[in-house]
């Protein structure tokens, strides 16, 4: 029943009470003191969040963190909440790397905030907390967005207001999502930046025209050339079937609609005449079931 008012309790104050502790938890200002912890607690009775949607965690970063903390110790204290399923016992809401530090550096007590968290809002600082980092990958901060908007029902204004970013930059991420998997590793991998990928959503051939702009080293500017021109043949061009060019608006409103449901989507408008075909395309069952939930949605 918690977790079901949680999740109905809209953006407004409660979103911002979470960005709040997120924010603190993240980079207090230098002006600002360390949140004092509530109390100590023994590195072994505090446990991960199952659920933590950022599951990859860099070994040289988390050493550069324990040697850190083995010198100074925990500056800001780990944010967590009685653990659900097990008295005397902690659930990490936010600082999961800190925890993890501390354990090679052989903390036997951590810092902690305690707060009373139901599941849905445990789900989304842990969101939120990844979406601020600075070292996010754009595919996760996309899938974050997402997340935000799917699960608990924010619009792209919304979170605009809220996480300080602007609705095309959130819009541009999530669009992000539509590029092919092997595509995303790239930029996971941060060989593509996401200003190159933006040129290749909707683009047939975006895994072969990535593979191209990263060999090569171009330009975001020579990687939009390249996704409208294609990579040119060598040798006697093809007779293939041209391509047709969609217009500006077409191509807008594919972008808007791709950004809104997460998914690819394209519109074949019939030349002269008001006529077409809106295709949408879903990567697996649980993306057709967000779908039909949109489509029917009040």
């Known amino acids: 029943m918690a977790d079901k008012k949680g999740k109905n309790r809209g953006l407004g104050r409660g979103l911002s009470a979470l960005m709040a502790d997120v924010n603190q938890d993240i980079a207090p200002q230098p002006e600002q003191a360390p949140r004092r912890a509530d109390m100590r ?3 072994e009775r505090i446990f991960p969040n199952p659920d933590q949607p950022r599951r990859a965690f860099n070994d040289d970063a988390l050493q550069e963190l324990a040697a850190s903390i083995a010198e100074k110790g925990i500056i800001q204290p780990l944010i967590v909440r009685s653990h659900p399923k097990s008295d005397g016992t902690y659930e990490i809401v936010a600082g999961e790397r800190r925890w993890r530090a501390s354990q090679i550096a052989k903390l036997h007590e951590i810092p902690v905030i305690v707060r009373e968290y139901s599941d849905t809002e445990v789900l989304e600082v842990a969101i939120i907390e990844n979406i601020q980092r600075a070292d996010l990958n754009p595919i996760d901060e996309g899938t974050g967005y997402r997340q935000l908007m799917q699960k608990f029902g924010h ?3 919304q979170l605009s207001t809220v996480l300080g970013k602007s609705r095309s930059h ?3 991420a999530m669009r992000l999502l539509n590029l092919p998997e092997t595509v995303h ?3 996971i991998d941060g060989r593509l930046s996401a200003g190159h990928a933006r040129a290749l959503v909707g683009n ?4 072969k025209l990535a593979d191209h702009i990263v060999r090569n080293g171009l330009s975001v500017r020579d990687a939009e050339r390249l996704a409208k021109s294609g990579i040119k043949p060598k040798g006697k ?3 293939g079937k041209k391509t047709a060019i969609k217009d500006a608006d ?3 409103i594919e972008a808007e609609l791709s950004a809104a449901l997460g998914m690819k989507v394209s519109i074949d408008h019939s030349a002269g005449s008001e006529s077409g075909r809106l295709s949408v395309n879903y990567r697996n069952l649980d993306q057709l079931d967000d779908l039909l939930r949109a489509l029917f949605r009040g």
């Open 41 to 43: 607690i023994p590195v």
């Open 155 to 157: 619009t792209q204004e």
């Open 170 to 172: 959130i819009a541009n």
């Open 185 to 187: 590793k790239l930029l």
């Open 204 to 207: 047939d051939d975006a895994t």
């Open 237 to 239: 061009a093809s007779a």
């Open 250 to 252: 077409t191509a807008q």
